[in-house]
T-cell receptor, first 116, second 112 residues
Framework: DADVTQTPRNRITKTGKRIMLECSQTKGHDRMYWYRQDPGLGLRLIYYSFDVKDINKGEISDGYSVSRQAQAKFSLSLESAIPNQTALYFC???????????????FGPGTRLTVL | GENVEQHPSTLSVQEGDSAVIKCTYS??????FPWYKQELGKRPQLIID?????GEKKDQRIAVTLNKTAKHFSLHITETQPEDSAVYFCAARREYGNKLVFGAGTILRVKS
């Protein structure tokens, strides 16, 4: 879905480096999410935001921080990267839940991060 | 909080056969259950969802069934085709809830 974009698509970094992953969307959705995907562990929620002034921790927020710069932009930062943060990271957006047709989460293409 | 378990972790079927993936959830207040498909190297995409006010929903070759009493729901794919090969994720959420909780995923391989 070209309406949700992520940069970079691939990144290799070293332990201890600070890194930022960026997400932009043109769907006009208020809700944005960051997930981490590891083999056999599914999609785990890191942080989510329901509007520019709203930031919430997900189930695995330790070692990560986020910034919602605008309705359309949601960034994920690793302040000091470590090898076990090597994973595939997805940004997603959604409309208000609870109404048919509005529950769908639209995912970005993903960022593959490797921490050496 | 909600916990979603998904089985099996891998499933191989012959082309034309049916495939069934099952998920169980722990939060009895959950009543929205979507299924996402992720093809190799691609992003997850919603393929079907169900709310607790219905027991079954169909869309062509795919269907989802829900048993609220037992707290489990299943994805059924009939007449499987090679393009059905992918990772499938189930998820659960409370109505008007804040976030989805995903299962660990099932790798489906359709052998031709």
């Amino acid at each position: 879905d070209a309406d949700v974009t992520q940069t970079p698509r691939n990144r290799i970094t070293k332990t201890g480096k600070r890194i930022m992953l960026e997400c932009s969307q043109t769907k006009g959705h208020d809700r944005m999410y960051w997930y981490r995907q590891d083999p056999g562990l599914g999609l785990r929620l890191i942080y989510y935001s329901f509007d520019v002034k709203d930031i919430n921790k997900g189930e695995i927020s330790d070692g990560y921080s986020v910034s919602r710069q605008a309705q359309a932009k949601f960034s994920l930062s690793l302040e000091s990267a470590i090898p076990n943060q090597t994973a595939l990271y997805f940004c997603a957006t959604s409309d208000l839940p609870g109404y048919p047709g509005t529950d769908t989460q639209y995912f970005g293409p993903g960022t593959r991060l490797t921490v050496l | 909080g909600e916990n979603v378990e998904q089985h099996p972790s891998t499933l191989s079927v012959q082309e034309g056969d049916s495939a069934v993936i099952k998920c169980t959830y722990s939060d009895s207040a959950s009543n929205y259950f979507p299924w996402y498909k992720q093809e190799l190297g691609k992003r997850p995409q919603l393929i079907i969802d169900i709310r607790s006010n219905v027991g079954e929903k169909k869309d062509q070759r795919i269907a989802v069934t829900l048993n609220k009493t037992a707290k489990h729901f299943s994805l059924h794919i009939t007449e499987t085709q090679p393009e059905d090969s992918a990772v499938y994720f189930c998820a659960a959420r409370r109505e008007y809830g804040n976030k989805l909780v995903f299962g660990a995923g099932t790798i489906l391989r359709v052998k031709s």
